[in-house]
Structures are given as structure tokens and as C-alpha cells.
């Protein structure tokens, strides 16, 4: 995920370096990478992918958020395996059962989203935090307003001409664009009060392992179904929904867009390299 020449990873499963390289993603701009849960498919690839960083000469340090009992697992394939690294590996532990901010810095936060899996289970909701609004360069030029005021004005301040004339801070720029927002979703059985917890939000990835025909297994093994994906983004007001985490059983996953869309019309199926764009 990339926010503002930012580049996250949420979950690392094998073959995570083989599709960075494809997607052509600069591997010195990843600082901070986000495990859901502790499950092959999403952390077996980030012992090898800490030590391709090491092999590549890294010297930024690498964040790594995820359950504490990962924790000790990783720092012992690391003294097997990476033992003489340039650059140093932060290891955040965290709580799954709380929704609470994880990551933070000037332009988005990260919380947690407690989930309900067969093991301790968390999402993850990126914020974008508010832009300043845009100066509008005519009235900026009409009034002949210096450039060294532009910040001032964008932070809230309005404009005093020579004879005495105020311009409000309103005449003076435009709206910015509304923050956005993406939330992560995987693995999860269907939670009905979810969508309370990402209220508002741009875009959801939520899991859809199963169709309609498998809500049996849905319930037993801790997954959602498609129809079950797009009633949280229903009922969270979200403008988009995409669907991933199928399985194997469904040779054409149009199936499961198909049933999304009989609760959510605004739903798409991810697959490899596909970019959205949030």
C-alpha cells in the first residue's frame, strides 16, 4: 500500500519478494510492514524477505507490527539467519483484541481492528489525516499577497490589504479533498457489529472465502462469505469493497462478486498485480 511515497506491507506470505519485484516496488522505500495473524500465508515470507533487505545493503531500520508471540520467533530466525544485518529490525507488539493507533506520523494513522478468527486476529484501518485546503493562485495574485503568507493563509488566516480591506480565509482557497481511508480485513468470521469499527471508510478488503454454498464451512472454520463481506460494507457506508482471501474450490470467483453485489452494487474481485487506487 502506498500513501503519500509511502510504502506499507500488510501481511508477508511466501512469495511476497517475486511480487514486489513484478509490481517494480522499491524495496528501500518499505519501512513498516503489518502481520494480521500467525498463519503461513501471511508471515512466512518475512524472515526471507529481512534478509534479501540485508543482502541488498539496508541501513534504514525496518518496522515489523505484529502478535508478541511472533515476536520471539522471528528474533531466533534472525540469529540463525541474519545474523550480521546493517540495518536494524523494530519489533512492535501488538494487542488484537483492542482497536487502538499503532502508527502514526504526519500524514496518516494506523489502528488495529480486533477480529475473530481461529487465533488471535486483527485488521488494520489506514487514515488519511486532513489536508490543508489549496490556495486559489487568482485571488492570490489580484491582491498581490506575498508568497511567505501562503502557509498562514492555508492554516486559517485571512488577508489585510494596504487600505484596510479583510479577506477572509475562506475567499482565499478551496476545500481540500476529503481524507481518505482503507481498511484490511482477513481473516474473520463475520462480525455484525464490524462495521461500527470502520464507519465511513473509502475502501474495505474484507475476506470472502466462501460463497452462499459453503456457509456451513464459513461458521466452522472462522470465514466470511461474500454476501457476508458486502453487508459490512453496507451497513459501514463504504464507497467500495473488494474481495480476496478466496478459496480454492471457486475456479471463477464470480461467483462470490456475483452475491456481494446482491447486498453492495460497488464491489470488486482482487487478484494478482491489480492496483486500486483508494
Known sequence: MEVRDKLFLVDCGEGTQMQLRKARSHFARLGHIFISHIHGDHCFGLIGLIS??????????????????????????????????????????????????????????????????????????????????????DMI??????????????????????????????????????????????DTKYLPTLH????????????????DDNQVMADKYYHSTARQAAQVARDAGANHLILGHYSSRYTDERVLLNQAREVFPNVSLADEMQVFDV
Open 52 to 137: 534479501t533487505f540485508g543482502l541488498l545493503g539496508r541501513t534504514a531500520k525496518l518496522h515489523v507490527y505484529a502478535h508478541a508471540q511472533l515476536g520471539g520467533i522471528l528474533q531466533s530466525q534472525m540469529d540463525l539467519f541474519c545474523r550480521d544485518l546493517d540495518y536494524e529490525v523494530v519489533f512492535h507488539a501488538i494487542d488484537a483484541s483492542q482497536q487502538q493507533v499503532i502508527y502514526e506520523d504526519r500524514s496518516l494513522t494506523v489502528e488495529t481492528i480486533p477480529l475473530s478468527h481461529r487465533l488471535p486476529t486483527c485488521g488494520f484501518l489506514f487514515r488519511e489525516k486532513p489536508l490543508l485546503p489549496h490556495i486559489r493562485r
Open 141 to 186: 495574485d489580484f491582491y498581490q499577497i506575498p508568497t511567505s503568507q501562503i502557509l498562514n493563509i492555508k492554516n486559517g488566516q485571512g488577508w489585510t490589504t494596504a487600505d484596510g480591506t479583510v479577506i477572509p480565509h475562506e475567499r482565499l482557497v478551496e476545500p481540500a479533498a476529503p481524507p481518505r481511508s482503507y481498511a484490511y480485513c482477513s
Open 196 to 211: 461500527e469499527r470502520i464507519k465511513g471508510v473509502t475502501t474495505l478488503y474484507h475476506e470472502s472465502t466462501y460463497g
